[in-house]
């Protein structure tokens, strides 16, 4: 038995390793004078393509980590770093500027070392998921009532 735990924390290991490695060559790799930058924002400069490859890689970097222990709250917030990274990144020109100082993979990096050395993150992601919830929730309010006022704002224009 004792071997079987030498042996899933050794792959546990190496699997953590494998992510750090990863996340440096997507966000870190490179260094011109004094500026660090890795494949990620390189690659969405091929539209379409080059963000799913790297927002694939990042989910991949995520699951990889939840499925070596980390808490649920540390996945919810590594994949909403990744969330954001991807829909920031899809926006033309801007998103491949801000892809170069916006680094999801490691943010979420950070997010692992503080949840195994420090104790974060630790526990359900269910106060994150409601928060979300309620603001997606009151985003949806808001376009519904915006919606209704420019309804509103055609139907007086045609009418006169």
Same mark, same amino acid.
């Given at each position: 038995m004792n071997n079987k735990l030498s042996f899933d924390k050794d792959k546990r290991i190496r699997e953590l390793r494998? @992510?750090?490695? @990863?996340?440096?060559l997507? &966000?870190?790799k490179f260094n011109i004078g004094g500026f660090r930058f890795g494949? &990620? $924002?390189?690659?969405?400069?091929? $539209? =379409? +393509?080059?963000q799913t490859i790297t927002f694939a890689t990042s989910v991949l970097l @995520? +699951? @990889?980590?939840?499925?070596?222990g980390v808490s649920s709250k /540390? /996945?919810?917030?590594?994949?909403?770093?990744? =969330?954001? &990274? /991807?829909?920031i990144g899809s926006i033309p020109i801007l998103g491949n500027i801000l892809d170069f100082f916006y680094k999801a993979n490691q943010r979420n990096i950070k997010i692992l070392r503080e949840h195994y050395n420090e104790g974060k993150h630790q526990g359900s992601a269910k106060g994150i998921l409601t928060v979300l919830f309620l603001m997606l +929730?009151?985003?949806c309010i808001l376009l519904f009532y915006l919606l209704w006022v420019f309804g509103e704002w =055609? =139907?007086?224009?045609?009418?006169h």
């Amino acid at each position: 038995m004792n071997n079987k735990l030498s042996f899933d924390k050794d792959k546990r290991i190496r699997e953590l390793r494998w @992510v750090e490695r @990863v996340s440096t060559l997507l &966000d870190n790799k490179f260094n011109i004078g004094g500026f660090r930058f890795g494949l &990620d $924002p390189l690659l969405n400069f091929f $539209p =379409i +393509l080059g963000q799913t490859i790297t927002f694939a890689t990042s989910v991949l970097l @995520v +699951l @990889v980590m939840f499925r070596n222990g980390v808490s649920s709250k /540390a /996945a919810t917030k590594m994949l909403l770093n990744t =969330i954001f &990274d /991807a829909v920031i990144g899809s926006i033309p020109i801007l998103g491949n500027i801000l892809d170069f100082f916006y680094k999801a993979n490691q943010r979420n990096i950070k997010i692992l070392r503080e949840h195994y050395n420090e104790g974060k993150h630790q526990g359900s992601a269910k106060g994150i998921l409601t928060v979300l919830f309620l603001m997606l +929730l009151a985003l949806c309010i808001l376009l519904f009532y915006l919606l209704w006022v420019f309804g509103e704002w =055609i =139907i007086g224009i045609i009418a006169h």
